[in-house]
């Protein structure tokens, strides 16, 4: 079974057999080393002047920022499942909420962003996805970032790169939070979170906020490349695996530029089969279909072909599927994809099966690579 679901993405079996060695001890100068490398690895992904890893699932992250960083007042966009969990996490933790909301394939807009902190000057953090996965909505994350900054440079960003991180360029310049997490585009287990700090950031987190999530402490502890508590240590190896991978393949900028490729010869090769894309801004992690079949398309799909997609979630239940292409996944697999839908959209007698997917997807993807 092809695993083509935005999340879990496969894990290579380079990683999986670099994980397999015995468990080390965490507070031992071999496992610093590791740790170090790590660290550096994702200084340079995120590009920014600090970067923490959590032991939890990417959520963890996002609570993390919102705690450590929003004082009293944040703004979220909700256009999904993800931005409305910010707004959760913000109450959870009695913060005040300013919630923009969207239909999930509408991009949030800068204007609206303007207008709610006109509205709420006492706003000091907005918290937004680079993309919403629920619907596979890319966000102008970078716009809003700054426009952000140019009302109040003390409003603090926090992005959810949890499906953008490792998948295209984000500017960050704006940016004082990114997220990451471990089973999205970075393609491990689930397990590791991680988040690219501002210095301003970091400033802001001061003596930090919370137990275990508290980012100072953490902080502090790695600069030192050792943890707080205990290190998720398999998972760390993992992900220096995943980076001398992405080195071999050609380094991020490399798997920036092909999964952007991929990303344009899929939803071509979609549209190409009579298929109708949901986002109004894709985002490149994944493609997202409406489509009235969805789930009939979605059983074909594992039943008959061995592919196995994701479908959508609340009211978008049965109306959409969604199709991975975050990290080094092969273009080759995704052949098969797009040739498989044609074939499941043929077998519910939609139209007549003719290979025009992968016709499509080939020489877009041929064009945009070279
Ligand atoms: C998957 C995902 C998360 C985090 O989910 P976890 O289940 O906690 O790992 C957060 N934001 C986005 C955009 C995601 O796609």
Known sequence: MLLFTPGPTP????????????????RTPEFEAIFKEARESLLKLFGMDEAVMIASSGTGAMEASIINICK???????AGKFG???????????????ELKYEWNTPASVE?????LAE???????????CESAGGLRHPVEEIAKAVKEINSDIMVIADGITAVGVEPIDVTNIDAL?????KALMLPPGLAMVGLSNKAVERIGKGSGYYLNLASEISKQQKNTTAYTAATT????????????????????????????????????????LKIYPATPAKAMATVIDENAEDIRKLLKTKYSVNVAGGQDHLKGKIFRINNMGLIESSDMLWVVNAIESALADLGRIEYSGVGAKVFSEVFASEIK
Do not use: C, W
């Not at 894990?11 to 965490?26: D, N, Y």
């Not at 609206?112 to 709610?116: E, L």
């Not at 709420?120 to 680079?130: C, E, G, L, R, Y």
């Open 120 to 130: 709420n000057s006492d706003v000091d953090t907005i918290a937004i996805q680079v």
């Open 11 to 26: 894990v290579l079996e380079a990683v999986r057999v670099a994980m397999s060695a015995p468990t080390i001890h965490h």
């Open 179 to 183: 997220i990451a997490g471990s089973q």
């Open 235 to 274: 998972l760390i190896i993992g992900l220096n695996k995943i980076f001398d991978l992405v080195e071999e393949f050609g380094g991020l900028d490399k798997l920036y530029s092909v999964t952007a490729a991929r990303a344009k010869a899929l939803n071509s090769a979609l549209e190409a089969i009579g």
């Open 72 to 78: 009293s007042k944040v703004l979220t966009i909700n």
């Open 112 to 116: 609206d962003v303007k207008k709610a």
């Open 84 to 98: 409305e969990r910010f707004g959760k996490i913000a109450k959870a933790h009695g913060k005040e909420l300013v």
